[in-house]
């Protein structure tokens, strides 16, 4: 039903927000988080010492049975009973088990590779890089990859699978999948299929000869219980290639010593968020109204429907970083509010003129040392799910934007998320699996979206000598949230993937393609505004894309585009699937030919740097403006003219891996 407004309110920048009122409501819930967060944190610390102990006397008791049995039947060392003697992780154990017609919390990950891989090449390199990897004092260095889940009085441990087999992890995809709506298809069967218990959780599917490119397709699913997206794409880049390639430095926001410090408040607010959240209304609107309809009707639909899924083509990151640099924003600020901006068309499309805001589960990296090369070998779930709100109900890509960076510059300040990590942790201690994780999925269910991020190698990836197209990653909704968006940054590029409810079929494919246009709304938008540092002749000529690759890779990506763009020419037709990667090739291609022939005439000596994600707090502190570009080359203008001088390659950049853009083979 389309909603009525009376009155349009005025659109406000969050600076000019009434402090006086934002301070007398931090007193007032800072008076309260006291009075009822004391009491309520040592009823919850009397409680959690009385569970586990509790927990570890059962544990312990099952265990010397278990030992005295084994040992007089089976001979079981001694280090087998004090290795079993460790509950799993609380926030591991919660993802165990689903809800409805929910997908299973199993991540997939797509990676397309550039070449042929065979299945008994990928068991090889796996087994051999991965799974036998040793650390110092001869350890693996990823035990859990070759571990199971166990139930036991005191709850569930992980235990070294006794028949562990490489081939039982490591197989070909069936044979009649061949093409792109097949291998959709076949992605949500996987996303509803459970791992085997008895086993490690995780497997892999290996597709050959997909698409007109002849590439390959490897399927990753690990369930959430053994690992996040961070720790599996630390696993790619650090073992599973080639060569070993450094992490993407970031700054933390939430981990190292901002954890800490939000450890100390979450004491104190902790149990006053939690009943925040509890009252807190859950979501009306397309998504959710959908997804009850079909939950009220399940009982007769015995036949249970897949998932819809899909996955894009990709985003330019210098594009992107282009529009966190002139919004003195981040790139998670930039591309939250596109997707913003593509539910808020999304419901337009479906006949609602005034969308209104949605709630939205934004999974948050708790990680202490993400810049650091010595790589986190445990693996976990080490996220923490928070809820906000996307601004969808706002008109304008801009004001969306300010709306977003505020929503998570208050989600950075607060201790939100050490208080759902914690809250997960002690809740999974305190009260039977299926119980605490029926009251978990309370406070997520209230969402209609859940919006991931995942940073991946900033370099091209090579596994044994075939290139690493893209990564496309599907992280599942927690619960009964209807839709799910994941972003995944790689190589130049961000790929975009959305899962749906099978009610919402034609949702993943719109919402890609809504999120598109958003990212190019705003660079039109913001095309004529200067990012700090940048000259005004170069803003004149420059491309979207900031990028600043050596000419030689600019011009193998170009042939790469032209190849690609030359076989869908020739089978595409009007009205095809594949007409709108076409036009994006077409795009792309136009910018590879301009950023050739602006390289071929820019003058010798002008040169720019961009201040990196780190420095984002000094974009938005007041300086003085510097000295630009322009007004250097007007005083040295009394001199003779410089000569203009083709760009040449020196040899340290001809040692550059290569950074094309990972083409798909396919279109969505």
């Known amino acids: 039903m389309e909603r009525r407004v009376d009155k349009i309110p005025k659109l406000r920048h969050p600076l000019e927000e009434n402090l006086l009122t934002s301070l007398l409501v931090s007193l007032l819930a800072v008076g309260v988080a006291f009075l009822l967060g004391i009491p309520l944190l040592c009823l919850t610390a009397l409680l959690l010492v009385t569970a586990t102990i509790l927990r570890y006397s059962l544990l312990l008791l099952q265990s010397i049975l278990c030992f005295c049995r084994s040992t007089l039947w089976n001979g079981t060392r001694n280090s087998d009973l004090l290795h079993a003697f460790r509950l799993a992780a609380g926030n591991d154990i919660c993802w165990l088990g689903k809800k409805g017609d929910s997908p299973q919390p199993v991540c997939l990950t797509l990676l397309i590779f550039e070449g042929s891989l065979e299945v008994d090449q990928v068991r090889e390199l796996f087994l051999s890089r991965v799974i036998l990897e040793e650390r110092g004092g001869g350890e693996p260095a990823y035990p859990r990859l070759r571990q199971r889940l166990r139930s036991h009085w005191g709850g569930y441990i992980w235990e070294r699978d006794p028949e562990f087999e490489i081939h039982n992890h490591i197989h070909p995809v069936p044979s009649h999948v061949h093409s792109e709506e097949e291998v959709e298809d076949y992605v949500g069967v996987l996303l509803r299929s459970a791992l085997p218990p008895d086993r490690a959780l995780w497997d892999i599917h290996v597709l050959r000869a997909y698409g007109p490119l002849k590439d390959s397709l490897l399927l990753v699913r690990t369930h959430q219980a053994l690992a996040d997206g961070v720790s599996l794409l630390h696993i790619l880049a650090h073992s599973l290639a080639d060569r070993q390639i450094q992490p993407q430095f970031k700054k933390q926001n939430f981990g190292g010593t901002a954890f800490s410090f939000n450890l100390l408040r979450s004491l104190i607010v902790g149990p006053l968020t939690v009943l925040l959240w509890l009252a807190s209304r859950a979501d009306s609107n397309f998504f959710s109204l959908s997804q009850r309809s079909h939950a009220k009707s399940s009982v007769e639909r015995k036949k249970k429907r897949n998932w819809s899924v899909s996955w894009s083509g990709s985003l330019s990151l210098g594009k992107v970083g282009r529009l966190k640099q002139i919004m003195r924003s981040t790139m998670n600020d930039v591309l939250m509010a596109a997707a913003a901006g593509s539910v808020r068309a999304y419901l337009q499309e479906q006949g609602l003129a005034y969308p209104p805001n949605v709630k939205v589960v934004v999974p948050v990296d708790l990680r202490s040392e993400l810049t650091s090369l010595k790589r986190e070998k445990r693996l976990g779930w080490k996220v923490a799910s928070v809820l906000t709100t996307l601004p969808s109900g706002l008109e304008g890509a801009v004001p969306r934007l300010w709306a977003t960076r505020q929503r998570l510059e208050e989600i950075k300040a607060s201790a939100d998320t050490v208080v759902a990590y914690g809250t997960t942790a002690i809740i999974t201690q305190l009260l039977p699996q299926p119980i605490a994780r029926a009251l978990l999925q309370t406070i997520t269910d209230k969402a209609s979206i859940q919006f991931s991020n995942v940073i991946g190698p900033g370099e091209i990836v090579m596994m044994g000598g075939v290139v690493l197209k893209a990564i496309y990653p599907f992280h599942p909704p927690p619960g009964s949230v209807p839709v799910a968006i994941t972003l995944c940054s790689y190589a130049e590029q961000i790929h975009l993937t959305a899962i749906a409810h099978p009610d919402l079929q034609n949702a993943p494919r719109a919402l890609m393609r809504c999120m598109q246009a958003q990212v190019d709304q705003l660079s039109s938008q913001l095309s004529h505004r200067r990012v700090p540092g940048e000259s005004r002749r170069f803003t004149r000529n420059h491309s979207a894309n900031l990028s600043k690759p050596p000419t030689n890779q600019i011009q193998k990506k170009l042939a790469v ?47 720019l740097s961009f201040e990196d994600e780190e420095r984002e707090d000094e974009f938005r502190r007041p300086r003085k403006r510097a000295l630009s570009v322009v007004s ?25 891996p290569l950074r094309h853009s990972p083409i798909r083979t396919t279109a969505v």
């Open 632 to 656: 250097v080359s007007r005083r040295n203008s009394l001199f003779p003219p410089t000569r203009v001088q083709e760009t040449s390659l020196s040899e340290e950049e001809e040692e550059v």
């Open 561 to 607: 585009v032209q190849e690609e763009l030359q076989s869908l020419v020739v089978r595409v037709e009007p009205g095809d699937d594949d007409s709108y990667r076409l036009s994006s090739l077409k795009s792309e291609f136009s910018e590879l030919i301009g950023e050739l022939r602006r390289r071929s005439s820019i003058v010798e000596g002008v040169s």
